[in-house]
């Protein structure tokens, strides 16, 4: 089985024991297997690749197909008590409106993304003139499952535009966590735990 | 250890049969086959349930045909409906004509064939026999229920009308509800039967084999090519000829798909009963999951500690993707623990009874998770 991504396990750790949780882009199902089994959690994933979608239901996990920003307007408010939103937010069409429905399906919503502003982007951007490729972006520009970059200080923004409640945050560099001073050029990765 | 692989047999149900037309069915038998060994306290069994046409003859040859089970490549020992772990039972559903009781029994008021005085069932009604069966067989929780089609419907509607005693279910290819078009289908294969003089109101079966074949054989058709997609129709046949290099300017058959659709209508009405035909596709046609809840289907769920899994095909156009999402959404509405996928098949409605090797993954692990027995 795969490894847990670094973001991936500080959530893992800061999951309840038995909570209801509801996993966006879920994957094969990597951290729900994980949240099952540490955590007794009951664990619902979602998945837009129906390969993915069917490895994970062949670990007997349950996932649904479909899609953030359609599908999770079906689920009824505060259905969950953790929306998992791990290193998907970036690839959404309007992350904006798929935050709303996080803290609105979920009592509280785990949000992780890769940090543009992380120093080794802007040192790519500025010296090297060209769209970063880095190791937690490492497709091209035209590539990029990644079409809406963000930065700590930006996401930041817009919790604060948004009105939402911050429960807690953490940063990665490499694959250790770093401290909050300077996050938006340090680190290379954030967590973040929202809520209405 | 009870076991038994039983290819076939049938129980009298001990009561009569209350069905939702208001009437009540008396002396109802019930066909079904077993397979792999009921474990001692009885939490083992998965029941599968069969599509229109199909029979309890899923793992083991059927006894007209001599062709094997219509779901051994699912069913079996060490395959993804696991007969070394599990109890699985398959009967035949009430209105059908492999054993269980239908328009072609005999009445036991009049000790002739029911024929058209076979009371109009449903969905429900298939269900409710099936549950008889099962107390008759002191079998007082499905570990699983499992259907493709058809038999889709009958496992959504084990999981509304009895939700304490399905563990699971497992839903394929099927609808929460007969659209209009699923309907006019049906109507199609109705008015086929029914203009055929040797149909006679129904009442075929004395008549010593003059039965409504040429019918039925229509009915067939017109039904098979909903269950195929237009894609797998061309790879298949495109618009090749049969057996020869020219078109005839006649109407005999001279394209492949002619030649093939005709070969399942002239084989189908060996094993199938017209009027049967008649009262399933009339059970499909009034299946309709929310009725009785308002029109809101999650309604038909609340409460529910079943697990689902739900499974489409991307070129299934009878029943396409889009149901299979609204029962996934009413299930999430009502709470309960649901997994979907729509799957990739070339073969339309057809595929679950294929070969899909994600489709078989997927039962194992459905089927192997909440503990194992």
Redesign the interface.
């Known amino acids: 089985m795969t490894e847990l991504r670094p973001d991936q396990k500080i959530i893992a750790a800061h999951v309840a024991d038995g909570a209801r949780v509801l996993d966006i882009g879920c994957g094969s199902g990597v951290l729900m297997q994980e949240l099952v089994e540490t955590r007794a959690a009951?664990v619902?994933g979602m998945e837009i690749n129906?390969?993915k979608?069917?490895?994970a239901?062949?670990?007997?996990?349950?996932?649904?197909?479909?899609d953030a920003l359609k599908d999770l307007v079906?689920?009824?408010d505060q259905?969950f008590d953790y929306v998992i939103l791990s290193q998907t937010l970036q690839a959404v069409k309007r992350p904006d409106l798929v935050l709303d429905e996080l803290v609105r399906i979920g009592r509280q919503a785990f949000v992780s993304f890769p940090n543009f502003a992380h120093w080794r982007v802007r040192l790519s951007l500025l010296v090297g003139g060209r769209m970063p490729v880095t190791r937690l972006l490492p497709e091209q520009w035209y590539d990029t499952p990644n079409i809406h970059h963000v930065t700590v200080d930006d996401f930041r923004a817009l919790i604060r535009d948004r009105g939402f409640k911050q429960d807690g945050q953490w940063f990665l560099s490499g694959d250790t966590q770093t401290g909050r001073g300077a996050a938006n050029l340090m680190a290379e990765h954030a967590v973040f735990l929202l809520r209405r | 250890m009870q076991h038994a692989d039983r290819h076939s047999q049938s129980v009298k149900l001990d009561s009569p049969l209350p069905l939702d037309c208001g009437k009540q069915l008396e002396g109802v038998e019930i066909a079904y086959a077993s397979h792999g060994a009921l474990n001692a306290d009885k939490s083992n069994a998965i029941l599968i349930c069969h599509a229109l046409t199909g029979d309890q003859y899923v793992a083991s040859d059927h006894p007209v045909t001599g062709k094997p089970g219509w779901w051994t490549r699912m069913v079996g020992p060490g395959r993804p409906i696991d007969t070394d772990r599990y109890h699985v039972i398959c009967a035949n559903v009430l209105g059908s004509c492999m054993g269980s009781t239908g328009p072609a029994s005999i009445c036991p008021v009049t000790g002739k064939p029911y024929a058209m005085d076979f009371p109009v069932i449903t969905i429900a009604d298939m269900v409710r026999a099936q549950a008889m069966l099962l107390d008759h067989l002191g079998i007082e929780k499905l570990h699983a229920v499992v259907g493709g089609s058809m038999g889709g419907m009958q496992a959504l509607s084990w999981a509304a009308q009895y939700p304490a005693c399905v563990g699971a279910a497992a839903v394929i290819a099927s609808t929460s509800r007969h659209s209009a078009q699923n309907i006019a289908f049906h109507e199609v294969g109705r008015q086929a039967i029914m203009a055929d003089p040797s149909w006679q109101g129904g009442e075929y079966y004395d008549d010593g084999g003059a039965a409504p074949s040429a019918g039925l054989a229509v009915a067939r058709m017109a039904a098979h090519i909903t269950y195929l997609s237009e894609a797998g129709l061309t790879e298949k046949f495109g618009r090749r000829l049969q057996d020869r290099d020219v078109k005839t300017f006649g109407f005999d058959a001279d394209f492949q798909i002619e030649s093939y659709l005709r070969h399942q209508g002239i084989n189908f009405v060996e094993r199938f009963d017209a009027n049967s035909y008649l009262y399933i596709t009339r059970a499909m046609d009034y299946f309709d999951l929310s009725e009785a809840h308002g029109g809101l289907l999650a309604q038909a769920f609340a409460g529910t500690t079943t697990?689902f899994?739900l499974i489409s095909f991307n070129t299934d156009w009878l029943y396409p993707t889009a149901e299979s999402r609204t029962i996934?959404?009413a299930l999430?509405?009502a709470?309960a623990?649901?997994?979907?996928?729509?799957?990739?098949s070339a073969f339309g409605h057809d595929a679950f009874l294929l070969e899909n090797a994600?489709m078989k993954?997927?039962m194992?692990?459905?089927l192997?998770?909440?503990g194992t027995v």
């Open positions: 009951d619902l129906p390969a979608v069917a490895a239901m062949a670990r007997g996990l349950s996932v649904a197909q479909g079906h689920y009824p259905s | 697990r899994c996934l959404q999430h509405a709470g623990d649901a997994s979907f996928v729509e799957l990739e994600e993954a997927i194992r692990g459905f192997n998770d909440g």
